[in-house]
């Protein structure tokens, strides 16, 4: 039976393809292009354009599990639940979604995925990852390079940053597990660090400054709205930030461990490995 991973070249999904493959387990790949590197099979499907649902089906009748990483966009239930349904219909048996860290079921976007899995009882696990290490190589990529500062809305918030890497190896686990999790965990790297501490850390491995500029939740929202982001994803963005800044991020470190699921990749390591990044030119 095989595994179907929507945002098959995402951060996530990629490391996940690479895990099901080193496991003998087949995997088909979504991408809106229809392509995904070598030795993986693909298949174009789009989230904003719904008469490429039926295409992974088509491509392979023996999809049974999928892993969900949902559009970018807040009304994410309308796009992801007509693909769930149809997913059903077609044999599917497990769903593994990844949600955001701060998110109940029921809340908008990812939520409302969580909450509908929850109402049409199905085989599923929702994780629900921290900030990406991997942020600091896009989002914060020329900041960090050209100008020496990353940027937040956490104020002194601290967050146990965790890499794509141990992401796909919690949904690896949720995937393959004989019996369906059935639960939410939240996915986190193995250290707290503030904004302020990261650059700190990041400025002994580059050995120059690396600064934090704060900001609040509403200039926050303005910075994301500028790089293109529709205003509700911008606040809501925002708002995650603002939370952590209260310290919610370490009240979800500090949870019983049947919550929570501990990387192994720190963020002191994701900046040795990736150092030459930031190095200007």
């Given amino acids: 039976m095989t595994t179907l991973i929507t945002g098959g070249t995402g951060k996530t999904g990629l490391a996940l393809a690479k895990l099901l493959h080193a496991a003998n387990r087949p995997v088909l790949l979504t991408s809106r292009a229809g392509k995904a590197p070598e030795p993986f099979k693909a298949v174009k499907f789009d989230w904003l354009d719904k008469t490429t649902y039926e295409n992974p089906f088509n491509t392979d009748p023996k999809i049974d599990r999928v892993y969900i990483v949902v559009p970018g966009v807040f009304d994410t239930l309308s796009y992801v639940g007509p693909f769930i349904d149809l997913a059903v219909s077609k044999g599917v048996k497990r769903f593994v979604l990844l949600s955001v860290s701060l998110l109940e079921p029921g809340e908008a976007p990812h939520g409302k995925v969580h909450q509908y899995l929850l109402d049409i009882g199905v085989d599923y696990a929702v994780l629900r990852p921290t900030w990406f290490q991997e942020n600091f190589a896009s989002n914060f990529y020329i900041s960090i390079r050209e100008h020496n500062q990353v940027f937040s809305g956490t104020g002194e918030g601290r967050i146990a940053f965790v ?119």
């Fill in 163 to 281: 890499s794509a890497a141990d992401i796909a190896q919690a949904a690896f686990e949720a995937l393959t597990a004989e019996k369906s999790p059935n639960k939410d965990l939240a996915v986190l790297g193995p250290d707290l660090y503030s904004y302020d501490e990261a650059a700190k850390l990041l400025s002994s491995i580059l050995g120059r400054e690396i600064t934090h500029k704060k900001s609040s939740t509403e200039d926050t929202a303005k910075i994301y709205a500028g790089f293109g982001l529709a205003p509700e994803y911008a606040n809501f963005l925002a708002n995650l930030e603002g939370n952590a800044g209260k310290g919610k991020e370490v009240e979800l470190f500090n949870s019983s461990a049947d919550k929570k699921f501990i990387g192994k990749h720190s963020l002191l390591d994701y900046f040795k490995a990736n150092r030459e990044l930031w190095i200007k030119a």
